[in-house]
Every structure is written in structure tokens, then in C-alpha cells.
């Protein structure tokens, strides 16, 4: 053996030895303890390292249980941790690590209410050298791990800050890196899996290099409860969660290389169930699931691409509170209680805008939204309206709602379909496309039984009304495009059914019907509102005249407080002058009314007066207000289910002065209806009778030619009311007097007039027409019946002769025409007068009553002489020589008393003279003579008129005659006087 090789040899067999015995054996051990006593210098907590391994052969490094932090309460500690050294390292320039192995590692991460987190104070770190300049950075050291295997770790996240602390546990954390290095392109593969309690499963895998720094892979994470993160919600807004877990997954791409590039591409998510509420307790949304599918983002480009979204049973509460304000707003606007409001993107804007030399920042890129597909099913919305008096609340739902290539940005149309129930009945369809730069829509809109009920509580500040029931239904097609000005088309059908209104003061229907239907309905914004046809069904209206005179529909709107009226600008004189010059235009085609009725009361009369009318049906014609042509109107009805109305003719509604031909005609109103006016104005019921009405109005540019016929069938006035304001004329006469033979009076009322003149009024001149028609009939009774006879005669008196009964020539034409008349007039009576007038009848009835006395006691005469005599005494001449002696009989017996004694030494002649005048001077003035002749001219009257004239009897009434003390005249007249019967 050379000298010096077994030296040699026993070195290099030793070496070995001595190399593992140190690295087994001595290294380990003070590595432990120069570990453990260094470590106090760089870690505030006690630390602790239990045992180190180390296997100088193969490189292997193993740390068992190493603790940071108080026992029972470690803040970092894992239970070993293994590391394997590649010899290439010795000699290829870079760290080339086999494996790392990490057991049960347990980190605690604590944030404290000041935001300080515990790792943080867990080191003792360096001191920041003062002002150094950054150098930049190099390449970082090359290292190279194969495979990094981190198992059943722990990590446990508390964070004091929100008003109710977060705590997050990962207890089941598997972490596997392959092929981690720092060189340029060293790409690894990465596998994360992480479960917890209410912290979900997170899984992650991929791939990452560190230079530069890229990610890609695919990262998901199944069953998230949201209560564990949702105080951070709670710390911005006042919401609380009552439920919520959240799924998500997604494909990505991470690089950090040149700024922060992040693409995700089919991304899903789901979140089922979800439930917040307000702080009070009021339920605010709740949501069975909500899946979101085949989703791209790109950070760069700004752009969030949705292929699918689908919700189901989502239910919304909003509200208006009192103020105005949405519930929601305040939620917002108050955020979380004891929280300082954060400087706003805004404010930092503005501050940064106000630093001299600030540059101008660009407007960025807007973020474009594209959903593809949109389903929202089964959804409600709550909604409630507190600021009316009454709460108005409406249930939307359940709503379904689909939208297809939605875009953000708004330059193409998307796909809009809705399907909702409104209400308990209501149903709202809407399909269509829409498009939001620049604004337009084609949709098809339908409704059916929309409850108008909701509007109650916005018109009863106005009007004392209740809209008891009502249902909208349409069928129509919108087009809508926006731009400087607003071009909104709509067409279609629209519909009110079941309209039932009522007045809340007298309690009793206002209005209602059965259906309003407006057919081929067309709306041009600010242009045109065409109507094919309106078509109203069962129509019902009621108008009441109060005790004051005042109406039902004054009475039912309630006086607003004035405000102010705020000066416009010059835009809106402008806009106001334009649309003063630029009416809509209105255009009806037909209007047609089936079986409507009215209800019509005054109760200013007493007793109160009260019509219906019923069974109303017709059409009104075309109607334009830019064409002044005239609309046809044919509509009939009946007043009180018997009494036919019609209304025939030609208006123009728009501007009726301008042109207006319309006749309307009542046949058969029962009169009684009328009474009420009747003893009001007349002072008289009416008991039976029958109206029939006929008017006729024309107008053209203005002027009025009216003509109203007004027919009384068999009229019969009833008992006598008291009422101030009846005319003081004989009523009951002035119907007799126009009152035909047929029962019937006929008046006409001709109008004319400029309804241009402010002075002009149809009514006033009707009725004053028709009172002075009353009031010449009633005061010169005579005159009007002589029109009636073809004459101007007086009739109101018969002439005779004096001291006669007899009627001569004048007379009896006098009568006759009298009798005519009263044909044509049954209902009147005839009451005559007889009358005697002493001074010019007296004379010459005395002497005729001498004269028929003499003839009687000359006929008893001869009778008792048998001489033969005529049949009675008034054909007998006495002859004079024989009228002295019966002049001393007729002296005797009819003055009761002998003549004076001193007429006996008075001549015959001359004695006979004086018998005469005494006997004629006692007749003259004997009233008993004067009646029997006043009498006998009323009979002669009476008995004309009945035998000649032919009429009844019983309408002639001889009244007490009258003796009158006139002097003496050629003709005495006997007064006639007219009564209705």
C-alpha cells in the first residue's frame, strides 16, 4: 500500500460518517436551538419549534410542530413541515426544491375594530430605512419546486370592524403546486380545495408563473352562506339577511404582466334561497333561486357577456312612504348606523379636479351589459302608496319576464316579454322589441279586468266620489321613438267594463255602465286621437238639483287651496304658444249608446220632483274638430218606461254656434211627473194628463231659429198648493181656454236670436213667451175663444133692448159665433149675468106690464060672460074705453090701497091719468120686476145657446142677476163670464 493511501482512505471512509453524524446527529439539534432562541427576536409571541430533521443524503428537511403564539391560542403553527433538495442545486445556479410538504398548518387571521390585523404585530419587522431611493428590482432568484402539497390545513378570519364581527373557518384546506418556479414561462398547476362550516366549498385549479405573473384555470365555490360575509353588506346598508347561499363557478384568466387583465368565460351562478328584510322587520325581497349561465367578462374591454339568467318565485315589497320618499331610497340614503359616510367617487373627483396641475382625466370606456336570455318567473311585486290618505296597495304578479339580447350600451334591439297578473283579476301582456339609443319600442300591449279601484284614493282628494267597481281591458300596439321630439304611435282596442261610480253624499249612484268600448283606437303624440267607434253599453247617469238650487256635480268637487302661479320661462311660452296653435286633433267615427237610462231630480220643488229616462239607444255620427262638418245624431228613449224621446238631427260638438240642426221630440210624458213645477210656478197639482214636446233648433254662425210645439193632452189640474212664487192669474181658466175639443192644448214658441250676444238666453225668452201666451188668455178670455170663431168680436156680452128679454138680430150672431167657439173649447164653462138696468127698463117694463095686466082681467071678463076668447090673454085687444075701468082694478089690487079721495072731483080723464102713473111709477121701481127681467134675458141666453148653438146645458150657469142704478141708455148688456170647468 503507498505510503499515505491508507490515511487517505480511512479520510474518505470517515468523511461520510462524520458527515451524516453531523446531519443526523448535531445539526438538527442546534439548528433546533438556535431556531428556538432566535426566534423571540423576530416573533412577539412565544414561539416554539419541538423537533427538526434532516438527512444530509437526500437533502430532506422536516420541522415538526412549530407554534407562534400563546398555547391553546396559537396564531400560526402547522404540524410539519417537509422539504426535499435537489443536488442540482449545488451546481446549476438555481434553488431546485423535489417536494414541499406542509401538515396541518392553522393560521389566524385576527382584524381587529381599528382594522389592525394580528400577523401584522406577529413579527418583529425592520425599520423602514429613512428616504432610501427604491432601487429597482432585479430578476428574482431562480427557484424551481416540483410539487408543493399543503394538507388538512386551517385558517380561521375574524374581522372585529363591522358592527357584527365576521368569523370564517376553513378546516379542511388541501393545497397541491406543480412545477412552481420563478424563471420566465415556468407555468404550475395548481389544485385548491377548501370546505367549512356556512363557508361553502371552494375549488380551485389551474395553472399560474410567477414571471410573468399569469393565472388561468377554473375556480368555483358550491353552498356560500351569505350570513357569514353579510355584515360587511350591513355595514353600507341597513339590509338584513334572513337566507342566502350562493354558488358560483367560473373559467379564468389572470395577468398581471402589463396592468390587471381578468377574463372570465362560463361563468354560472346561483343563489338559492335569498331573503333580506328592513331592520323594522318588513320583508324586502325574497328569492327561491336565481341561475346565471354562460357568462364572459373581460376587465379590459369592459364587457359582461349573460347567455342565461333565470329566475324563479322572486318577491319584491317597495313602498311610497308619507313624505314621497321610496322606502328603499331612505334604506339607502340612511346606511348603516354609527357608520361615517365615506368619501364618494365624486368628492375624490372634485378634489382631485381642484389640485393645481390636476390632469384631465378622459371619459373611459362605458361598460357594455349583453344578456342573451332573460327568464324571470313567478315574481311578485308589493307595492304600496302611503302618500294618499287612504294606502293604496297592488300585487304585480305572478310576473313572468323575458328578455332576449339585451345590450347595455343600447344600440340594437332586444326582445321584451311580459306576462303579470295585476290585482286579484288584472292580467298585462307586453311583447315586443325595444331599443335604448336612441329610444324605440314596437310592442303589443294587452290588459284584461284591470281594477280601476286603485284610482279611489287619487281622486277622492278632488271629488266626493267612490269608484265602487271598474275593469280596463286593451289590446294594443305601441311605437315609440325617441329623438328631439317624442313620436309615440298607439293603436288598437281599449275597454272600461262593470264603471259603477257613486256619490258619496247622497249615497246613490252618480254614474255607471256596462262596457265602454273604443274601437280602432289610434294616438299620435301631440298630433291626432282617431276613433273608429265608441260603443257605450247600459249607460247610467244621475243629476240632482238641491233645495238651493245647486247641482249634484258642483256639490261632489271639493275646493282646492289656490297656488301661486309660477312666471314661465321663455321655453315654456314658446311650448304653450306652439301647442295653442297646434290642437290635438280628435276624431270620432260613430258613437253608439245601447239601453241607456238617467235619473233626473230637483228637490228645490215641493213636493220634490223626480224622471227617469230609459231604453236610450241611437248613434251619433262622425265627429272632427279640424273638419266644422257637422255629425248626424239619431238617438230615441223613453221617459218614465212609457213616454217615446227621440233626438234627431245634425251638431258640430266642437264648435256648435257654428252649425247645429237637431229636433227632439217627447211624446205621451206623463203630466204628473210634473207636478212638483206645476204647484210651484202655477199653484196647482196636476192630476192627469199627458206631454208631448216637439223641438227644433237651428244655429248657424250664431244665429238661432228655434221652434217648439208644445202639445197638453187631456190635461186636469189637481187640488191648489200654496207656493210664493205662483203667478196670480186664473190657471184653471187659462187651461180651459187652450184646450182644443179634443182635449188638447197646442202651443208654439218660436226663438230667435244671436247666441254671440252675452245678453242673449234661449230659456228666459221661452218662458216669458209662454207666461204672456197664460196670462192674455186668462185676462181677455173673450177675445182669445173670438180668435178661435174667425172673428175680433167682443163676445164677453149680450146687448138687449130695454124693458125686453127678447133677442134681436146682433145678438144672436153674437151667440152663435159665442157657441162656436165653445165647441172648440169644452173644457170651459159659460156663467151668465143676467142684469136689469132700473132707469132705462123700469118705464118701459111698467108700461108693458100695465099692458099685459089689462089684457088678463079683460080675459077673466069675457070668460065669465061666455063670450068666446082666444086661447090665452095675449091675443086679446082691449079696447080704450074699456081700460079705465080695469085701470081702477088693477089700482086697487096691485098697490093695495084706494085711490086718493081728492081724485074723485077730478075729471074722468084726467083721473085715469093719475090711476096710470101711480100704477107705473109703483112698477117701475120694483125690484122683484127688475130681477124676473134680468132673469128672463139670461134665460133667453142660455136657451139660445143650447137650442140654437147646440151646446150642453150643463156648461151654462145663470149666476144671481144684478140690478144696476146707470142711467138711462139705448142698450142694456148682460155680462158673460168664462170658467174652466
Known sequence: MPKGLKPALVTLAAAPALYGLFGFLVLPGVAQ?????????????????????????????????????????????????????????????????????????????????????????????????????????????????????????????????????????????????????TLPNDTAELTLQASGPNAGRIDWSGQFSLVPMRSSGKLGIDQLGLATWWPYVRNSVPLVLENGTLSLSSDYQLDLAEGFRLQLQNAALKLAPFAIKAPDGRPLARLQSLEVGKTSLDLAERRVSIGQVQGQGLETWAAREADGELDWQKLFASGAPGKTPSKSADDDAKDEAGQPGAPEKEPGKPWQIVLADVRLRGSRLYLADRVPKQDVELLVGPLDLSLRDFDSLGRSPFRLELDSGIG??????????????????????????????????????????????????????VDLKGGEKLALRVDGRASVKQLHILDTLKNRDFVKWRQL????????????????????????ARFIVNEDLSTNVSELLIAQEKEQPKPAGKGASKSTKQSATQ????????????????????????????????????????????????????????VDRYAPVSIKGELNPFDPLD????????????????TPYSGKFAGYRIRKGRLNLDLHYRIVKGALNAENSLVLEQLQLGEQVDSPDAVDLPIRLAVALLKDSQGRIAIDLPVQGDLNNPQFSVMPIVWQTLRNLVVRAAQAPFKFIAGLAGGDADLSQVEFGPGSSELDAAAQRSLDALGKALKERPQLRLEIEGTSVQASDGPLMAERRLEREYRSLYYRILQRQGERVPASADGLKVPEDEKGP????????????????????????????RLREAVLASWSDNTLLLRQLAQARAASIKAYLVDQAGLDDQRIYQLDVGISEAPAGERISVPLQLAGE
Do not use: C, M
Open 33 to 181: 436551538q438556535v431556531i428556538n432562541r432566535q426566534l423571540p427576536r423576530f416573533v412577539t409571541q412565544p414561539a416554539n419549534l419541538e423537533r427538526l430533521e434532516f438527512n444530509p443524503f437526500t437533502l430532506e428537511l422536516t420541522l415538526h410542530r412549530l407554534r407562534l403564539g400563546e398555547a391553546g391560542n396559537e396564531q400560526l403553527a402547522f404540524e410539519r413541515l417537509y422539504g426535499k433538495l435537489q443536488w442540482d442545486s449545488l451546481w446549476s445556479g438555481h434553488l431546485h426544491l423535489a417536494e414541499l410538504q406542509l401538515e396541518r398548518p392553522h393560521v389566524e387571521v385576527l382584524l381587529d375594530k381599528q382594522g389592525e390585523l394580528n400577523l401584522a404585530h406577529l413579527f418583529k419587522l425592520p425599520p423602514a430605512s429613512p428616504e432610501q431611493e427604491e432601487e429597482p428590482a432585479g430578476a428574482p432568484f431562480p427557484v424551481h419546486l416540483d410539487r408543493f402539497l399543503l394538507s388538512a390545513g386551517q385558517i380561521h378570519f375574524q374581522d372585529q370592524q363591522p358592527s357584527e364581527p365576521v368569523e370564517v373557518r376553513y378546516d379542511a384546506l388541501q393545497l397541491e403546486v406543480r412545477n412552481l418556479g
Open 424 to 477: 286579484r283579476q288584472g292580467r298585462l301582456k307586453a311583447a315586443g322589441q325595444v331599443q335604448l339609443s336612441p329610444l324605440a319600442a314596437q310592442l303589443q300591449v294587452g290588459s284584461s279586468d284591470l281594477d280601476l279601484r286603485l284610482a279611489q284614493a287619487y281622486i277622492a282628494p278632488f271629488v266626493r266620489l267612490e269608484l265602487r267597481s271598474g275593469q280596463l281591458d286593451s289590446a294594443l300596439k
Open 517 to 540: 268600448t273604443l274601437e280602432n283606437l289610434s294616438y299620435r303624440h301631440d298630433e291626432q286621437l282617431s276613433i273608429e267607434r265608441v260603443l257605450l253599453e247600459q249607460p247610467y
Open 583 to 638: 290642437p290635438l286633433g280628435i276624431r270620432i267615427g260613430v258613437v253608439e249608446i245601447k239601453n241607456g237610462s238617467a235619473n233626473f231630480a230637483d228637490f228645490s220643488l215641493r213636493p220634490n220632483f223626480a224622471t227617469a229616462i230609459q231604453q236610450l239607444n241611437g248613434r251619433i255620427g262622425s265627429l272632427d274638430n279640424r273638419r266644422p262638418k257637422p255629425a248626424s245624431v239619431d238617438i230615441k228613449g223613453k
Open 659 to 674: 252649425s247645429l240642426d237637431i229636433e227632439t221630440r217627447f211624446q205621451r210624458v206623463e203630466l204628473t211627473t210634473l
Open 886 to 913: 080695469l085701470l081702477e082694478g088693477i089700482y086697487r089690487s096691485r098697490l093695495k090701497q084706494q085711490p086718493p079721495v081728492e081724485w074723485k072731483e077730478l075729471g074722468k080723464q084726467e083721473r085715469t091719468t
